[in-house]
T-cell receptor, first 110, second 113 residues
Framework: QKEVEQNSGPLSVPEGAIASLNCTYS??????FFWYRQYSGKSPELIMS????GDKEDGRFTAQLNKASQYVSLLIRDSQPSDSATYLC??????????FGKGTSLLVTP | DVKVTQSSRYLVKRTGEKVFLECVQD?????MFWYRQDPGLGLRLIYF???????EKGDIPEGYSVSREKKERFSLILESASTNQTSMYLC????????????FGPGTRLTVT
């Protein structure tokens, strides 16, 4: 079973703080990883992709990948109330389909 | 800009009806996917297609079929709708490349009564 695990939350952070979202995966063959943001009642929106070990930054978002530890994380700097959403982690082992985690609910409080 | 559209945002059908959900993408993507999303169960893959007229079963294909006659269009068919198929249905597409980034449509919330 190719599992992607996420803490369901909710993770609550104050406005302006750093939100840290974590994800572990069981399939060592996974090569590509993705973070999606999903607002309530809406569809998932791709916000970050990461393919190699290390950090990848895009604006206030930083994705981190550690293949040895089978660990992916997403950091959101200067969190805003508009960042409140469910964040889905997904991995791919170069097959067609992605393996999705069940998501972490983030709440940014003003 | 990436664009995936789905035929309906909300749909209400009766038990036993045949239901068609359509998805269209304008990105010339080879791969297309149908998921359903339920509280506590996350996203579950129903079927996917990697080329015209090609299809592969996902994790929960029972009670569903699909059709892909054109590259840009992927249809999900519920042959005889049942109440346990009440769900949010999401279509996605991706390029046939190592990136495998999937882009989602807005979703169809289907209620079967």
């Amino acid at each position: 079973q190719k599992e992607v695990e996420q803490n369901s939350g909710p993770l609550s952070v104050p406005e302006g703080a750093i939100a840290s979202l974590n994800c572990t995966y069981s399939d060592r063959g996974s090569q590509s990883f993705f973070w999606y943001r999903q607002y309530s009642g809406k569809s998932p929106e791709l916000i970050m992709s990461i393919y190699s070990n290390g950090d990848k930054e895009d604006g206030r978002f930083t994705a981190q990948l550690n293949k040895a530890s089978q660990y992916v994380s997403l950091l959101i700097r200067d969190s805003q109330p508009s960042d409140s959403a469910t964040y889905l982690c997904a991995g791919s082992n170069s097959g067609y389909a992605l393996n999705f985690g069940k998501g972490t609910s983030l709440l940014v409080t003003p | 800009d990436v664009k995936v559209t789905q035929s309906s945002r909300y749909l209400v059908k009766r038990t036993g009806e045949k239901v068609f959900l359509e998805c269209v993408q304008d990105m010339d993507h080879e791969n297309m996917f149908w998921y359903r999303q339920d509280p506590g169960l996350g996203l579950r893959l129903i079927y996917f297609s990697y080329d015209v007229k090609m299809k592969e079963k996902g994790d929960i294909p029972e009670g569903y079929s699909v059709s892909r006659e054109k590259k840009e269009r992927f249809s999900l068919i519920l042959e005889s709708a049942s109440t346990n198929q009440t769900s949010m249905y999401l279509c996605a597409s991706s390029l046939a490349s190592l990136s495998y980034e999937q882009y989602f449509g807005p979703g169809t919330r289907l209620t079967v009564t």
